[in-house]
């Protein structure tokens, strides 16, 4: 009867995995999950990381590929081919300091299959949220593997890209497209609902465009953010504590709220490199205290 049923599951062409995972609402601060990018403290280690992560108050990390996994061991790198063992060890870490892993990225997802599959076994194994990367070409790959894994995909955008033009006047290089929400919108209107946007707010705003504007763009498409406040529209800015700047943080979040975003949220904080600690903190105390009466 067993053999049975496990050969009317694989003729109907279930996947092997389980469902999409949710962040539980434990992992969230006033309905946020909150937390960081581990490129935050990319000087640091994996292990470092999340204890930094902890101590600012976050309750998910979103990891990078390519981190030295702790400072007695540098050379160890925590990526997607990761041995079992090493897993192991960063979910026990992750555990004791009561951090949950939600996502990982920006990884490069190629369009073969075998070579992409890898990616998203990591993710199940590590029970992620979702992945996040640019490989916008890989597209189709993509879509195959969401579906066969109940995985998200994010799209990130960087800061549009200039080139000299003809004419020796710097313009837009058009090779890089996904810097624009316009285009990210395009790219996955007519994909799994699995498939959108990780909405990296600081990069728009470095592109000349408003956080918020970006936000309403993409509605019903946002799977992460890297959420970023800055002092100024355009080039030139660094990452500062939410609320100090032009960013309209707040109302991006009730604009998340209202579009019933679940991903988490990712404080990638590229300032004050080796003392950001306390600057995060006051970012995550800005989302817990969002919406409260004084």
């Not at 496990?6 to 999409?20: C, D, Y």
């Not at 081919?81 to 979910?91: D, L, Q, T, Y």
């Not at 009730?254 to 970012?283: M, T």
Request: glycine share 8%.
């Amino acid at each position: 009867m067993l053999k049975h049923i496990l050969s009317l599951v694989l003729a109907l062409g279930a996947a092997p995995f389980s469902h999409a995972v949710e962040i539980p609402d434990d992992y969230r601060i006033n309905g946020f999950a909150v937390g960081c990018q581990a490129y935050s403290f990319n000087r640091f280690s994996v292990f470092e990381a999340i204890e930094k992560t902890a101590e600012a108050g976050g309750r998910i990390i979103e990891f990078y590929p390519g981190q030295k996994l702790t400072k007695e061991e540098p050379n160890l790198k925590w990526d997607h081919n990761a041995s079992p063992e090493i897993i192991a060890r960063v979910k026990e870490k992750l555990a004791k300091h009561k951090v949950k892993a939600a996502n990982y990225g920006v990884v490069g997802i190629p369009k073969d299959e075998a070579a992409a599959r890898k990616i998203f076994e990591f993710a199940k194994k590590m029970e992620l949220y979702a992945v996040t990367t640019e490989s916008a070409d890989a597209i189709d790959t993509i879509e195959k593997m969401v579906k066969e894994f109940d995985v998200r995909v994010g799209f990130h955008q960087h800061a549009k890209r200039m080139k000299k033009g003809a004419d020796g006047k710097m313009v837009v290089d058009e090779s890089y497209k996904i810097w624009d929400p316009n285009y990210v919108v395009a790219l996955v209107k007519d994909r799994d609902s699995r498939i959108g946007a990780c909405a990296d707010t600081g990069h728009w705003q470095t592109s000349g465009l408003k956080a918020l504007d970006c936000i309403k763009i993409l509605k019903g498409r946002i799977i992460s953010s890297h959420l970023k406040e800055r002092a100024a529209l355009g080039a030139g800015q660094h990452d500062t504590i939410y609320g100090t700047g032009v960013s309209d943080t707040a109302a991006v979040l009730d604009e998340l709220k209202a579009q019933g975003f679940k991903g988490n949220i990712s404080i990638e904080y590229e300032y004050n490199w080796d003392h950001s600690v306390p600057d995060i903190a006051k970012c995550i105390d800005f989302v817990r205290n969002h919406g409260k009466k004084k």
